[in-house]
C-alpha cells in the first residue's frame, strides 16, 4: 500500500480499516501497526492517550515502517494543534468538539496550505498538500448542523465518537440502542447525501462489522489498551478454568 494516498483512497470511496493507539511509544505503535496485515491506518489519540506531540516523530516513523498511515486525533479543533500533528509525521486528522460549519471551515483552512487554506509550510515530517481532514460528530449540536458541515470545503468526512454522542443522548453505548441508532442513521444519511465517508470508532470485530454494513468507510477496529485487556482476562479466565 501506498500509505500517503489514504485521503485520495478515502474520497475515491474506498473502505479502510484502522486500530487506535491509546499507549503512547515506538514500540507500541509500530507493533500496533504490524497486528493484523492488511490494516489501513493507525490513530494516534493526542486527546484522551498518553503520547504527546513529542512522541509523534517515533511513533509515525514506526507506524509508516510497517506500511500503515499514521493519522492523530488532535486535542482540540485549534490550528496550533493540527499544524504540529501535520508536521510531525501524521497523514491526516481527527479534530473532536467540532459543533458548527463555522468551526469545521477553521478546521479545514488550518489543514490545507494557501491558497486554499492558511496552514504553516515548513514541518520537515510533513506529508502531501492534502491531508485527510475528518471532523467528529459527537454533540447533539453537531448532528444538527451535518448538512452544513460537510457542506465546508476541505472537510473530507464525518468520525462518529459513539461514546460522546452516547453521553450527550442519554443513552447506552450500544449501537442498535433505539436513541443512539437514529442519531447514527442521521450522521450516515446526511453523509450519504453529501457523497463524503462515515468514519466510526469501535473496539470489537462484531461491531465494527455491524458500522461497515451499516455504509461507514472509515472503520477503526481495535484499540491497544482494549484489545490488550480483553485478551489478558480471556486467557486468564481459560488458565483458570
Given at each position: 500500500?501506498?500509505?500517503?494516498?489514504?485521503?485520495?483512497?478515502?474520497?475515491?470511496?474506498?473502505?479502510?480499516?484502522?486500530?487506535?493507539?491509546?499507549?503512547?511509544?515506538?514500540?507500541?505503535?509500530?507493533?500496533?501497526?504490524?497486528?493484523?496485515?492488511?490494516?489501513?491506518?493507525?490513530?494516534?489519540?493526542?486527546?484522551?492517550?498518553?503520547?504527546?506531540?513529542?512522541?509523534?516523530?517515533?511513533?509515525?516513523?514506526?507506524?509508516?515502517?510497517?506500511?500503515?498511515?499514521?493519522?492523530?486525533?488532535?486535542?482540540?479543533?485549534?490550528?496550533?494543534?493540527?499544524?504540529?500533528?501535520?508536521?510531525?509525521?501524521?497523514?491526516?486528522?481527527?479534530?473532536?468538539?467540532?459543533?458548527?460549519?463555522?468551526?469545521?471551515?477553521?478546521?479545514?483552512?488550518?489543514?490545507?496550505?494557501?491558497?486554499?487554506?492558511?496552514?504553516?509550510?515548513?514541518?520537515?515530517?510533513?506529508?502531501?498538500?492534502?491531508?485527510?481532514?475528518?471532523?467528529?460528530?459527537?454533540?447533539?449540536?453537531?448532528?444538527?448542523?451535518?448538512?452544513?458541515?460537510?457542506?465546508?470545503?476541505?472537510?473530507?468526512?464525518?468520525?462518529?465518537?459513539?461514546?460522546?454522542?452516547?453521553l450527550a443522548l442519554g443513552c447506552t453505548l450500544d449501537p442498535r440502542d433505539p436513541v443512539l441508532r437514529p442519531a447514527?442513521?442521521?450522521?450516515?444519511?446526511?453523509?450519504?447525501?453529501?457523497?463524503?465517508?462515515?468514519?466510526?470508532?469501535?473496539?470489537?470485530?462484531?461491531?465494527?462489522?455491524?458500522?461497515?454494513?451499516?455504509?461507514?468507510?472509515?472503520?477503526?477496529?481495535?484499540?491497544?489498551?482494549?484489545?490488550?485487556?480483553?485478551?489478558?482476562?480471556?486467557?486468564?479466565?481459560?488458565?483458570?478454568?
Amino acid at each position: 500500500m501506498t500509505d500517503h494516498l489514504i485521503g485520495d483512497r478515502v474520497r475515491r470511496g474506498e473502505t479502510v480499516f484502522g486500530a487506535w493507539c491509546i499507549l503512547p511509544g515506538a514500540m507500541n505503535a509500530g507493533a500496533m501497526a504490524a497486528a493484523a496485515p492488511g490494516l489501513d491506518y493507525v490513530v494516534i489519540d493526542l486527546q484522551h492517550g498518553g503520547a504527546t506531540e513529542h512522541d509523534l516523530p517515533g511513533m509515525t516513523a514506526a507506524i509508516r515502517a510497517a506500511g500503515v498511515t499514521p493519522l492523530a486525533r488532535v486535542r482540540h479543533a485549534h490550528q496550533a494543534d493540527l499544524g504540529r500533528a501535520l508536521d510531525l509525521g501524521c497523514h491526516g486528522v481527527i479534530v473532536p468538539n467540532v459543533d458548527s460549519a463555522e468551526q469545521a471551515a477553521a478546521v479545514a483552512g488550518a489543514c490545507r496550505y494557501p491558497p486554499d487554506g492558511y496552514r504553516s509550510a515548513g514541518g520537515i515530517l510533513a506529508v502531501g498538500a492534502r491531508p485527510l481532514c475528518l471532523v467528529m460528530a459527537e454533540s447533539t449540536a453537531a448532528i444538527a448542523e451535518l448538512p452544513a458541515i460537510l457542506a465546508v470545503p476541505g472537510v473530507d468526512g464525518i468520525y462518529v465518537g459513539p461514546r460522546d454522542l452516547s453521553l450527550a443522548l442519554g443513552c447506552t453505548l450500544d449501537p442498535r440502542d433505539p436513541v443512539l441508532r437514529p442519531a447514527l442513521e442521521q450522521v450516515w444519511a446526511a453523509c450519504a447525501a453529501a457523497g463524503k465517508p462515515v468514519g466510526v470508532h469501535a473496539t470489537d470485530g462484531a461491531t465494527a462489522k455491524l458500522y461497515r454494513d451499516a455504509g461507514c468507510r472509515i472503520i477503526t477496529v481495535a484499540a491497544d489498551a482494549v484489545a490488550m485487556r480483553r485478551t489478558t482476562q480471556a486467557d486468564l479466565a481459560a488458565a483458570r478454568a
